[in-house]
């Protein structure tokens, strides 16, 4: 009842979760023996206690440790092979390659691996400084929150066995003019933030009003050291840099270059082979402050506005001396970002009262909103050696929506959206097409880009309400994604923009499932999904897109199938076997395929 007393009274709970998960295919591989080299284990503790102090005090504590070792799913091709994934053909120093020279990764026995450790801790307090006066209202409250993320990624070549200068010596018998073997890495990254929060509502009669504060501290450290595989992969990382090789390495007198359009490069007698580590370290903060009114106007008409301010401030970006790789500048934004939402009942009787529903089923709801974006970058931001820091993302979105009720149970909605980006957030590789790319990543700004789109969606009863049995949802999504000023305006990298839409654009999707519920809570689910193909999954020369297509089944016990603490969870993944390309050659990564069937069977517990 309005303005009553929650009935709670001093209490304690937990959840304790532990897990281990090991599969042989751990990502997309690019060719069609999925599991060579791609597997992995993963170990994770989640915990999280709740506290109840009374009937207006509550305290939570969550904690999450999550440790994983993995193979990076080689090139494993039966040779002809060669940097960045492909032959290059054009005349040059070298003659064209031949499948018989080119080992496969798997033939040189160098595979990658990949270690990863996260943890995060939270505690929140939360206080209720006045009950809700109605009971359409929330409580009023006020929450504060503390927490802490820390991350360490590791990716090295654990079988090296050879001395980088015999790969690019003619003489040698291990010389390797080009190889699937692109780089052998050692590279580490390490990251931290720590983020304090105040939230608090307050509720009276028709208004809900929130506002809030956040501030979050940030470090980064991350190390990059790449030997080159072959000749060509030699060239490449001194065109790239040449604080990326060892002091000393000599450039071909006469000037020659490889089949990539890079100065043919060696190693200086007597000088080091191994280049010293490139180091980048980051700190800063990021804070905001939001206030916003929910504000029920009428019966049929509802009014969301609000401010929110965001700083992200980047203030150092410090580089290893000793190599001579310089620091970066930093980048100090700050943003004003109002919002503007409407929500509507639309009229059951005139000219759009066919919208507005009859008998018992709910008006159609109009949504109109205008959103002012900013999207900080990630912790991991990924190296170019002396390119400006990256700027935060911000954007205008607008949206027009409609939600109708056809029948109980039933809705269905349809928006269309436009968002206007500026300095818009891409990746990519540092040698874009290599294999190695997917490890060693860059974020990119774009001065502009624009968004556009379309979705609709159904859902049947997703709650399961009134005993029914079935759930059914069913969406499409019609968008893109275009760099604009392509031609006449310059990336944070300093490079003319060119590039049409970023590799991950994908016009149409479309997603379709259901689950039943038998009796004794059996479930039975199918899931679907449906896309045109990304952008980067263009074939050179083509404008043509993959596909993608992929079909899932899930079955799952009750929890207390056995000993009325045990369940089973079964889930068949991509059903039909489908196996399309994701992407071709892009900047992002090199080939990568769809992962084909699965089984998945999980055994849980309950006490």
């Not at 006469?254 to 080091?272: A, K």
């Not at 199938?561 to 039909?576: M, Y």
Request: charged residues 20%; hydrophobic residues 30%.
């Amino acid at each position: 009842a309005a303005g009553s007393q929650p009935a709670l009274t001093q209490s304690y709970g937990y959840l304790l979760h532990i897990s281990q998960r090991s599969t042989d295919v751990v990502t997309e591989a690019p060719q069609k023996r999925q599991t060579l080299n791609n597997s992995g284990r993963n170990n994770s503790v989640f915990g999280k206690f709740d506290y109840t102090l009374g009937p207006l005090t509550q305290i939570m504590g969550l904690v999450d440790i999550n440790g994983a070792r993995s193979n990076i799913a080689n090139r494993t091709e039966n040779g002809g092979v060669g940097f960045t994934g492909r032959l290059e053909t054009s005349a040059g120093i070298f003659p064209p390659q031949t499948i018989a020279n080119t080992p496969s990764q798997a033939e040189e026995f160098q595979d990658q691996f990949q270690k990863e450790d996260n943890n995060l801790a939270m505690a929140q307090l939360r206080r209720v400084i006045r009950p809700r006066d109605i009971a359409s209202n929330p409580d009023s409250t006020i929450t504060l929150s503390v927490g802490g993320i820390d991350n360490e990624t590791r990716l090295e070549n654990e079988n090296r066995n050879f001395d980088p200068r015999d790969l690019t010596n003619p003489n040698s018998t291990l010389f390797r003019r080009n190889s699937s073997v692109e780089f052998n890495p050692d590279v580490r990254r390490t990251y931290n933030q720590f983020q304090s929060q105040v939230d608090m509502v307050l509720a009276r009669k028709n208004h809900v009003i929130k506002g809030g504060a956040l501030i979050n501290s940030y470090t980064s450290t991350e190390r990059y050291r790449l030997e080159p595989g072959s000749q060509v992969a030699l060239n490449a990382l001194f065109a790239k840099s040449p604080l990326l090789v060892p002091a000393g390495i000599t450039v071909n007198p006469q000037g020659l270059r490889d089949d990539f359009g890079n100065l043919i490069v060696n190693y200086q007698q007597g000088r080091p082979a191994t280049a010293n580590f490139g180091q980048f370290r980051r700190e800063g903060t990021y804070t905001a402050f939001y206030l916003q009114d929910t504000w029920a106007f009428n019966p049929v008409l509802t009014i969301n506005g609000g401010v929110r301010v965001d700083n992200f401030e980047l203030t150092r970006i410090g580089a290893n001396t000793a190599a001579g790789l310089p620091g970066n500048g930093g980048t100090n934004k700050n943003e004003l970002s109002p919002r503007l939402n409407i929500a509507l009942q639309l009229p059951r009787r005139g000219f759009i009262g066919f919208l507005g529903g009859g008998g018992a089923t709910r008006r159609a709801v109009l949504r109109v909103g205008y959103n002012r974006l900013f999207q900080r970058p990630p912790l991991g931001q990924g190296t170019y050696f002396g390119n400006s820091a990256i700027r935060p993302q911000t954007g205008d979105s607008y949206e027009i929506g409609l939600e109708k009720q056809l029948g109980e149970n039933q809705v269905i909605k349809a928006t269309l959206y436009s968002v206007q980006y500026k300095d818009y957030l891409d990746v990519e590789g540092l040698f874009p097409g290599t294999q190695f790319a997917t490890s060693v990543l860059t974020l990119v700004n774009y001065p502009q880009a624009t968004s556009n789109g379309f979705e609709l969606s159904y859902n049947y009863n997703p709650t399961f309400r009134n005993n029914n049995r079935l759930t059914l949802f069913a969406s499409y999504t019609n968008g893109s994604i275009k760099l604009e000023k392509r031609g006449s305006s310059f990336d944070s990298l300093g490079r003319l923009v060119t590039k049409e839409r970023p590799d991950f654009d994908q016009e149409h999707t479309f997603n379709f499932g259901f689950t039943y519920r038998f009796p004794a809570n059996y479930t039975f689910g199918v899931s679907s999904y449906i896309g045109s193909g990304l952008y980067g999954s263009r074939r050179p020369g083509s404008d043509t897109r993959d596909g993608i297509a992929e079909v899932n089944l899930r079955l799952a016990t009750s929890p207390r199938f056995f000993s009325k603490s045990f369940g089973l969870d079964v889930s068949v993944e991509n059903l039909l076997d489908q196996q399309n390309r994701y992407n071709f050659y892009n900047a992002y990564e090199a080939t990568r395929i769809q992962t084909g069937r699965r089984l998945l069977t999980s055994i849980y517990a309950r006490f």
